[in-house]
Nanobody
Framework: QLQLVESGGGLVQPGGSLRLSCAAS???????????MGWFRQAPGKEREFVAA????????VYADSVKGRFTISRDNAKNTAYLHMNSLTPEDTAVYYC???????????????WGQGAQVTVSS
């Protein structure tokens, strides 16, 4: 059974930066690198929405329009870890951020099989 654990969330001022990490365990290194990693977020009272995804080799990425140019998704298959670098944060970015793993490159929630517990990101002065 795969486990995903997010870390790096917290409180940051508008215009600031954070880096979220998503560590995978319960699988061998070789199988982690075979799957797509995605980041999603959910604000209070709203549905979970797609943020970014990265292909299994890390050579292809896709972003939601709302974060394009500000967020960067990456992965280190040697460390079984995916990252979300967030810059120029605004209060509208406040949400619980989830990492997820799935077999296909997609922005759809239902395309991902495994999910982390979430990390709170709060952008406020």
């Amino acid at each position: 059974q795969l486990q995903l654990v997010e870390s790096g969330g917290g409180l940051v001022q508008p215009g600031g930066s954070l880096r979220l990490s998503c560590a995978a365990s319960g699988r061998t290194f070789s199988t982690f690198s075979s799957y797509v990693m995605g980041w999603f977020r959910q604000a209070p009272g709203k549905e979970r929405e797609f943020v970014a995804a990265i292909s299994w080799r890390g050579d292809s990425t896709v972003y939601a329009d709302s974060v394009k140019g500000r967020f960067t998704i990456s992965r280190d298959n040697a460390k079984n870890t995916a990252y979300l670098h967030m810059n120029s944060l605004t209060p509208e970015d406040t949400a619980v951020y989830y990492c997820a793993e799935g077999p296909s490159y997609s922005s759809r929630v239902m395309s991902y099989d495994y999910w982390g517990q979430g990390a709170q990101v709060t952008v406020s002065s």
